[in-house]
């Protein structure tokens, strides 16, 4: 009986119609007002624009004449309506919060990618380079070669002064009469 049921034509559907339809609202636009909406509470324009209004409200409600007035001294309606506010602001601010999270998420996963793609990549030149130097240490360098010239040519300026002196002493040899 673990398995799955298929559905039947002759058989009815096992759903249950609901009295009372959800409200259907697209997410990411939901997602969207909320962030411009945490946005704008963290501002100082929203703190200025709050203040002025519990400024007014508290004003209006000291020093209006009394049958104009609304909200008498302990302002019971002003904490009503800054609760009704904050319970709606504490769930929208979490909610961008956690759309800002699954972004931050993303884009971390996307730069440790990079990172590792650079890591490989480095590794490559640092093997390729390594490589070369070898090679580079069995072939023969522009100093290498123009020390090894000296030498040769400070060897043949030295046979050369040889054969000189000897070809010297050899016309000494045959100039000079023999005893």
Do not use: K
Not at 128 to 145: I, N, P, Q, Y
């Amino acid at each position: 009986m673990s398995e799955a049921r298929r559905e039947r034509l002759d058989t009815p559907r096992d759903e249950r119609r609901q009295l009372v339809r959800r409200p259907s609202y697209n997410a990411d636009t939901f997602g969207v007002f909320a962030e411009q909406f945490a946005r704008f509470m963290g501002t100082a324009t929203f703190l200025i624009y709050m203040t002025l209004f519990v400024v007014g409200w508290i004003c209006w409600n000291l020093f209006a004449p009394r049958d104009l007035r609304f909200d008498d001294y302990p302002f019971i309606f002003l904490t009503l309506m800054l609760s009704l506010q904050a319970s709606y602001a504490a769930p929208l601010i979490l909610l961008a919060q956690n759309r800002q999270e699954a972004r931050d998420r993303v884009v971390a996963e996307q730069d440790r990618q990079a990172d590792a793609r650079a890591h490989a990549d480095m590794e490559f030149l640092a093997r390729e380079v390594a490589s070369l130097r070898m090679a580079v240490g069995e072939v023969a360098t522009r100093d290498f070669l123009r020390s090894e010239l000296r030498s040769l040519l400070s060897d043949l300026d030295e046979r050369a002064e040889e054969r000189a002196q000897s070809h010297e002493d050899g016309a000494d040899e045959v100039a000079a009469p023999p005893p």
